[in-house]
Nanobody, 124 residues
Framework: QVQLVESGGGLVQAGGSLRLSCAASGRTFRSYAMGWFRQAPGKEREFVAA????????YYADSVKGRFTISRDNAKNTVYLQMNSLKPEDTAVYYC?????????????????WGQGTQVTVSS
């Protein structure tokens, strides 16, 4: 069983930064791509960023490109999301998820394990 635990969320002013972390259990972490998604109140969960198994291929939603950076440390079984120049529209619960394969993907149904989420609130 894989467990994913997110941390690092909080309240920040517009223009500020936060770094989210997602710690994964299990010895197979390095074999799978990882992703970050978010869900704002009243909206569907949406893709934010993804990284392949070794960390040399990433993909971002257009809304966060140039502001967010996804990375991973396979030795620590952890994936990160560095969020800069935050905007009020970035306010959401952020979830990390494990892809079912080693390559990046943007669709929710490609991911088989999910964390509980961490709240990010950006004030204007």
């Amino acid at each position: 069983q894989v467990q994913l635990v997110e941390s690092g969320g909080g309240l920040v002013q517009a223009g500020g930064s936060l770094r989210l972390s997602c710690a994964a259990s299990g010895r197979t972490f390095r074999s799978y791509a990882m992703g970050w998604f978010r869900q704002a109140p009243g909206k569907e969960r949406e893709f934010v960023a993804a990284i392949n198994w070794i960390g040399d291929s990433t993909y971002y939603a257009d809304s966060v490109k140039g502001r967010f950076t996804i990375s991973r440390d396979n030795a620590k079984n952890t994936v990160y999301l560095q969020m800069n120049s935050l905007k009020p529209e970035d306010t959401a619960v952020y979830y990390c998820a494990r892809h079912s394969r080693a390559v990046v993907g943007t669709h929710l149904d490609e991911y088989d394990y999910w964390g509980q989420g961490t709240q990010v609130t950006v004030s204007s």
